[in-house]
């Protein structure tokens, strides 16, 4: 039924996305269809589910000896860890009584911190989940952020001030910064924690100076900022609104370039190469666009809503998405790569009789 064509390395490295992966393969077979063209590689995300609402927020940790780690915000007020790599389930943490609107972990992943609509911001052990403070807010906490060393706190919200905890003096009261207008959506340390970003519904993105407490600069829009990345290598601030993906200096807030998308975008992250950044918004889907030239590379559709959230891992290999649905999602930078969960069978191990099987439609794997 199929006809094989044999490419060199350079070009299926072109078609797979992946050169350091393939230099040490033997040469491969990519299937032609009768019509004699390529057949694209099939993208199939990891399922994480186990959420009973809308998944709002997810973060990453950095890479500890134990791989990475991936915390979500769910509305259902029960946040959980998953291992990074594969999605698989670790804990949930329970003692919210309300939605969770955002979480954190820090880089070696031994805290957890969670902002609510109970008034409250939590620390936890990640190691064993227990709740190590409840840090009581005037109203809803929408965000939160540890600063590189884990020593303090940062988290804002409906109230409209950020405050700075001090965790080993967590019964001091917090620094205060007020400035902004209306809630604040999300708030991050920058510049080696020595600035602070904070993007709220007043439709500005504000720069401040920690010490002095003092705004520094604010970028305004002409609509609210629906999400914010702040990436240290190369000091890049992305961030979201409407349809357009905008790339910010974070130490001038300069703008880099803007991207447009097919549809509104809730969230965007940019690659640790800086390659490309993937975004995804209310069409239910995700996009992949290359960073240099804006070209759109791929698109996946693959929840059954809007996805809210979206994160490139530490290492890159892989992205999640939170959606509407009250799931995550998985997704492989590399199409075809082996990696956590994914495995990549060559057409020689399945046997000409089967190499069908290969490009058929994979079933959905769920971790």
């Not at 999605?87 to 969770?100: E, M, N, P, R, S």
């Not at 020593?151 to 950020?162: I, M, P, Q, V, W």
């Not at 979201?240 to 001038?252: D, E, P, Q, R, V």
């Not at 998405?321 to 199409?335: M, N, Y």
């Amino acid at each position: 039924k199929y006809e094989w064509l044999c490419v060199s390395v350079d070009r299926l490295c072109h078609l797979c996305g992946d050169s350091a992966a393939l230099l040490l393969l033997p040469p491969l077979a990519i299937p032609l269809r009768p019509n004699g063209r390529t057949m694209a590689m099939r993208q199939t995300p990891l399922t994480c589910s186990g959420h009973t609402r809308p998944v709002v927020d997810l973060a990453f940790s950095g890479i500890t000896p134990y791989g990475y780690f991936l915390i979500s915000a769910c509305k259902d007020g029960k946040p959980m860890l998953r291992q990074g790599d594969t999605g698989d389930w670790i804990g949930t943490f329970l003692g919210h009584k309300g939605a969770v609107w955002g979480a954190t972990l820090n880089t070696d992943a031994t805290k957890a911190a969670t902002a609510a609509a109970d008034f409250t911001a939590k620390v936890w052990d990640a190691v064993s989940g227990d709740e190590v403070l409840t840090l009581a807010h005037k109203h809803i906490v929408k965000t939160v952020t540890f600063t590189q060393d884990s020593n303090c706190l940062l988290t804002g919200g409906n109230d409209k001030l950020l405050r700075i905890y001090d965790l080993n003096n967590p019964e001091a009261v917090p620094q205060e910064i007020a400035g902004h207008t209306s809630a604040i959506k999300k708030a991050l340390w920058c510049n080696d924690d020595k600035q602070i970003l904070s993007a709220a519904e007043d439709k500005t993105i504000r720069l401040w100076d920690r010490t002095s407490m003092e705004e520094v600069k604010t970028l305004t829009f002409d609509t609210s900022v629906s999400s914010m990345e702040y990436v240290a290598d190369g000091e890049i601030l992305v961030i979201t609104y409407g349809k357009t993906i905008a790339f910010y200096n974070a130490l001038s807030l300069d703008l880099i370039k803007t991207v447009e998308a097919p549809a509104p975008i809730n969230s965007a992250s940019l690659h640790p190469e800086k390659d490309f950044f993937v975004a995804g918004g209310e069409d239910f889907k995700l996009y992949k666009f290359d960073y240099s030239n804006k070209e759109e590379l791929e698109s996946y559709k693959g929840h059954f809503g809007p996805v809210h959230c979206v994160r490139f891992s530490p290492d890159g290999e892989l992205y999640a998405s939170g959606s509407e649905d009250g799931t995550l999602r998985l997704w492989q930078t590399a199409v075809g790569k082996t990696y956590g969960l994914w495995k990549c069978v060559l057409p020689e191990d399945l046997g000409a009789e089967n190499s069908e099987q290969l490009y058929t439609p994979a079933p959905e794997i769920k971790a």
